[in-house]
């Protein structure tokens, strides 16, 4: 079982930074591979970035390549997400995952590839 409460959302203008936090709790979390998704107002959650168990491996969706970073620190059980050059459709509720297949070499882009996930984090980036 695997717990988990994102912090460090926000407003912030366009072109600034954000870097959300998750927190986990559950001795598992060193094993799972994470993910950042995002929900805005009236579309389907997406993908935004994952990042393998042990942190060699990441991948993200095309519309924040080169923006946004994954990261994690097992040591800390936090996975990050370092966000820069924010723009308005950056806007959403973000929300970090965790698998419960442990140890995959794989990060994961889908959503019911996640069984834990926390209650979700705010951006709001306005123009």
């Known amino acids: 079982q695997v717990q988990l409460v994102e912090s460090g959302g926000g407003l912030v203008q366009a072109g600034g930074s954000l870097r959300l936090s998750c927190i986990a709790s559950?001795?598992?979390?060193?094993?799972?591979?994470m993910g950042w998704f995002r929900q805005a107002p009236g579309k389907e959650r997406e993908f935004v970035a994952a990042?393998?168990?042990?942190?060699?491996?990441?991948g993200y969706a095309d519309s924040v390549k080169g923006r946004f970073t994954i990261s994690r620190d097992n040591n800390r059980n936090t996975v990050y997400l370092q966000m820069i050059s924010l723009k308005p459709e950056d806007t959403a509720v973000y929300y970090c995952a965790a698998t419960s297949t442990l140890f995959s070499g794989d990060y994961y882009s889908r959503d019911h590839e996640y069984e834990y996930w926390g209650q979700g984090t705010q951006v709001t980036v306005s123009s």
């Open positions: 559950g001795r598992t979390f060193r094993g799972c591979g």
């Open positions: 990042i393998t168990f042990s942190g060699s491996k990441t």
